[in-house]
């Protein structure tokens, strides 16, 4: 009697090549290093005390309220790139997910502004040692003057220590891909650690009861205040999404990055929510004008005591390094994976891996100089600080609004089922699924995702140019916007007679898997 023996599972190497890819990247990473990777992105320790003082200089304490509701929606919207990382484990992933949800053109619009947005986002990250280190130690304040990021000496040093921080991180993104995730998770360990003992810390030394953080107390009117004061948790709550930028460097990535996306966002949104309620809690003073000024930095050492206060504050410089180094990562699998279409210019070099690393070294070189020329306009005034954080959420926020968008397009339609996209087998387990609950998840993760991309760009002029009150960084984030798209539909322009040209079989360009 015949024996029917069931076909074996597919090995991740042999699902990727469904898509038309070889493997190239190292698949060494398991579940925690996954995790580790969204975890860090969004860093609860660098970007809480980045942009505490300004959430609760334009809030006041009722800024905290901010958090949940920002937690929330961005639940919903990593809902959906969860049903996306399980069916599609491949690099470049908003811009993977993007393209075969809507046209090539789209998707490549869509990773175009996320890659931009990723190369600020890796900026603003290293901007955030200047909150940091002249409060551990003086001497850190290498410029001289005013350590305070919103001064000409406090964002010159910011720049200082930005560019230095940015040849770390390059030269760890260059070296091997096991060497970045052990990092990588040493780093989120220890950052967790932190964050914890800053929480149990804060709350034994609480000065003030829960009540205060339903006081406003900002500028402006409430509803205006607190509109500006959830840019804090809007900027914290990003790039949950770099699990599944790691998906061809991940072992089972179908089971593991949908999980770990949603447990790295909902880890961070619970820590760094305890964080801003223990921080307003210990707070010496919520009137003098500190807590606005100087943030988290002054709350740990005039609670705690210099010293304990100093060796938190070390581990907030380490999740920073950790974050930075974490962001550029994803940026670089983000230009490779379009490089290897074809997609950019200089897509040879962009799209080499080495076989020694596994790393794209390339793309890592191009994100930490760009980058860096992203940190000399702190050089040049101060409200370059603000404009580029800003700058980047609104950039990510539009890159995710143009999954979820076409996501939706596709449920509505009747095209989206949840199912495992054709040729692609699954393992015997279930895929992530949101069932009948997609529709309306989605349908609220888009509208969410636009809400807050108007409320972050919106021209404020106290916002954006309190200082000089300067149109251009009033309008930087838009102006920065249109240059984008501006760019990229000219790139497109050049690029098309060429493209022509390799369908007509003159040229290679593209992944012959992307037809």
Not at 110 to 120: D, E, F, H, R, S
Not at 194 to 220: M, W, Y
Not at 362 to 382: E, R
Request: glycine content about 12%.
């Amino acid at each position: 009697m015949a024996v029917t023996v069931p076909p074996s599972p597919p090995t991740d190497e042999s699902a990727l090549q469904t898509f038309g890819y070889r493997q190239e990247l190292h698949r060494s990473m398991g579940r925690y290093a996954s995790f580790a990777a969204g975890f860090s992105f969004i860093s609860v320790l660098t970007t809480v005390f980045q942009f505490f003082a300004f959430g609760y200089a334009f809030g006041g304490p009722a800024f905290f309220w901010t958090w949940p509701v920002v937690l929330a929606g961005q639940i919903l919207v990593a809902l959906c790139f969860a049903e996306l990382a399980a069916r599609y484990p491949i690099s470049g992933a908003i811009y993977q997910w993007s393209t075969r949800l809507s046209t090539a053109a789209f998707g490549w619009f869509a990773g175009w502004i996320m890659i931009l947005g990723q190369i600020v986002v890796i900026a603003a990250a290293a901007l955030a040692l200047q909150v940091v280190l002249p409060a551990i130690w003086p001497g850190f304040q290498l410029v001289g003057g005013d350590p305070a990021p919103t001064t000409a000496t406090g964002a010159a040093n910011a720049a200082v220590l930005g560019l230095v921080l940015l040849a770390l991180t390059t030269t760890v993104n260059i070296v091997d891909n096991r060497v970045l995730a052990r990092i990588n998770s040493i780093g989120v360990t220890a950052e967790i650690v932190g964050a914890v003992l800053i929480v149990v810390l804060l709350l034994t030394h609480a000065e003030h009861g829960p009540g205060v953080t339903f006081s406003t107390g900002g500028q402006g009117g409430a509803i205006g205040a607190l509109l500006v004061g959830s840019f804090t948790a809007a900027y914290v709550l990003i790039g949950f999404d770099s699990a599944g930028e790691l998906s061809e460097e991940t072992r089972s990535p179908r089971r593991v990055a949908p999980r770990t996306i949603l447990t790295a966002l909902t880890a961070a949104g619970v820590l760094g929510g305890l964080i801003l309620f223990a921080g307003l809690l210990a707070a010496p003073s919520l009137t003098d004008g500190r807590l606005a000024a100087e943030g988290l930095s002054y709350v740990l050492t005039s609670s705690l005591g210099d010293w304990v206060g100093k060796l938190l504050l070390a581990d907030v410089v380490l999740a920073i390094t950790v974050a930075t180094m974490a962001i550029q990562t994803a940026a670089t699998r983000m230009l490779f994976s379009m490089a290897r279409d074809g997609m950019m210019p200089l897509s040879g070099p962009l799209s080499r891996v080495s076989p020694r690393t596994g790393m794209p070294t390339g793309p890592a070189l191009v994100t930490g100089v760009a980058a860096a020329g992203i940190l000399l306009l702190d050089f040049a005034s101060p409200e370059a600080f603000l404009a580029i954080g800003t700058t980047c959420i609104v950039l990510l926020y539009l890159a995710y609004a143009m999954v979820t968008g076409p996501l939706l397009l596709q449920r509505l339609r009747g095209g989206w089922r949840g199912g495992a996209p054709a040729g692609f087998a699954e393992d015997g387990g279930r895929l992530f699924s949101m069932g009948r609950w997609g529709l309306p998840v989605n349908a609220m993760a888009f509208c969410y995702g636009l809400a807050m991309m108007i409320n972050l760009a919106w021209p404020r002029a106290e916002v954006y140019a309190p200082i000089t009150g300067h149109w251009f960084f009033q309008w930087f984030t838009l102006l920065f916007l249109a240059a984008v798209v501006a760019l990229g539909a000219l790139y497109r322009r050049l690029r098309r007679p060429a493209a022509r040209r390799a369908r007509a079989g003159q040229i290679p360009v593209g992944n012959p898997g992307q037809a």
